[in-house]
């Protein structure tokens, strides 16, 4: 039986490898088969992609921003997702599709289409069973953040360009764009203010709703 493809995504310091983590935590005391996985990363190939995309200084051009993302996701699906999938274990991932859609298309200024087309191609028409969007103001986001130690490249991107990021997330949340992104599958909003518990019992109540069997009974903490 082919695993659930479970996505976490939001702005900077939204709390998503923080949730993921605390899912994985749950699913191996229940002996559910899950990975947890991250993009840009994940496979050697995309770790060194993801030292260049956080921390080159200097300027990098927002196609080359956007084909590392790319090759990066292209190599994490043919390595490790698909792979994963099939052999019938969950897959729990830290960014996918909409994070290339809201930096890369809204908030460098890409034209969408060739965003969407590059994503085929890595892709391969991989659809997310289940895609969780934690929401957060970005200057909360960015303190957050900004508590773990100092801003990466992206982080330190200007104020307009993180709220044109979190104006693609909330316009993601709509059905309507929805319907019209089938490859992005189902995205339903998760406040991620407060501390890790409550989040976590909201996202819990998400779960509980959208995709059960990745919701093993027992208490959240």
Known sequence: MRGRLL?????????????????????????????VLREPGGTPLGDRIRELL??????????AEAALFIASRAQLVEQEV??????????????FLLSTYAYQAYG???????????????????????TLLLTLAPADGLARAGARGGHDRIEAADAAFHER????????????????????GRIVAVDAAG???????RLAAVLARELPMLRPAGPLA
């Open 7 to 35: 996505v976490l995504e939001g702005g900077e310091g939204v709390g998503k490898t923080t949730q993921l983590r605390r899912l994985a935590a749950r699913l191996a005391r229940a002996a559910v088969p899950h990975r």
């Open 54 to 63: 956080l921390h080159t200084d200097g300027p990098m051009a927002a196609g």
């Open 82 to 95: 698909g792979p994963a999938l099939g052999r019938g274990e969950h897959v729990l991932l830290d960014r």
């Open 108 to 130: 460098r200024g890409l034209p969408e289409d060739e965003v969407r087309a590059a994503n085929r191609l890595a892709t391969r028409g991989l659809v997310p069973d289940l």
């Open 165 to 184: 990021v979190a104006a693609a997330f909330a316009r993601f949340a709509d059905p309507a764009w929805q319907a019209g992104h089938p490859e992005c």
């Open 195 to 201: 501390d890790e518990e409550a989040v976590e019992s």
